[in-house]
């Protein structure tokens, strides 16, 4: 894939994701305020021992919903991004990136849906995202390994 269509996917993505959170803060009335009353309601609680982490005290249903909402948007968008590479003929590399963004936004997405419904807590979701990130990290690392010039 030349550097051109590589800028040109770049400006693609960033306009897909204008289009979605521009689309979210149409559809969810309040969605400002449900925002600073999230960020709002941070407090520290404690952990293990000495260890303590900024926790939300109170559900934000509808802010998680609208998270929920643009991950399994922009997840989708991925899954389209990662036809065009194929399409433009991009490295292994580049396609294992998009692949293992993919599975991030859906499951991050999925997640986001049972910390709406309470059926996790705030330290299991972070958890979660934790590990979905290591695992991202690590099949990049592992495709740039198998696939190096």
Same mark, same amino acid.
């Given at each position: 894939? =030349?550097?051109?269509?590589?800028?040109?996917?770049?400006?693609?993505?960033?306009?897909a994701?204008?289009?979605?959170?521009?689309? &979210?803060?149409?559809?969810? !009335?309040?969605?400002?305020? *449900? &925002?600073?009353?999230?960020?709002?309601?941070?407090?520290? *609680?404690?952990?293990?021992?000495?260890?303590?982490?900024?926790? !939300?005290q109170?559900?934000?249903?509808?802010?998680?919903?609208?998270i929920? %909402?643009?991950?399994?948007?922009?997840?989708?968008?991925?899954? $389209?991004?990662? %036809?065009?590479?194929?399409?433009?003929?991009? *490295? !292994?590399?580049? =396609?294992?990136?998009?692949?293992?963004? %993919? $599975?991030?936004?859906?499951?991050?997405?999925?997640?986001?849906?049972?910390? =709406?419904?309470?059926? %996790? *807590?705030?330290?299991?979701?972070?958890a979660?995202?934790? &590990?979905? +990130?290591?695992? +991202?990290?690590?099949?990049?690392?592992?495709?740039?390994?198998?696939?190096?010039?």
């Open positions: 894939m =030349k550097r051109r269509e590589e800028q040109l996917l770049g400006w693609l993505s960033f306009g994701f204008l289009v979605i959170v521009g689309g &979210i803060f149409l559809i969810t !009335p309040n969605l400002t305020d *449900e &925002i600073k009353t999230f960020f709002t309601d941070f407090k520290l *609680e404690q952990v293990s021992g000495d260890f303590y982490f900024p926790t !939300p109170n559900p934000h249903p509808t802010f998680y919903k609208s929920a %909402i643009f991950c399994f948007a922009y997840g989708m968008y991925q899954f $389209i991004l990662l %036809i065009l590479k194929f399409v433009l003929k991009a *490295e !292994p590399t580049n =396609k294992s990136g998009t692949f293992t963004s %993919i $599975i991030f936004w859906l499951v991050t997405g999925c997640v986001m849906l049972m910390l =709406k419904n309470e059926t %996790i *807590e705030w330290l299991t979701f972070i979660t995202l934790v &590990i979905l +990130a290591a695992i +991202a990290l690590i099949i990049t690392s592992a495709t740039h390994m198998t696939f190096r010039k």
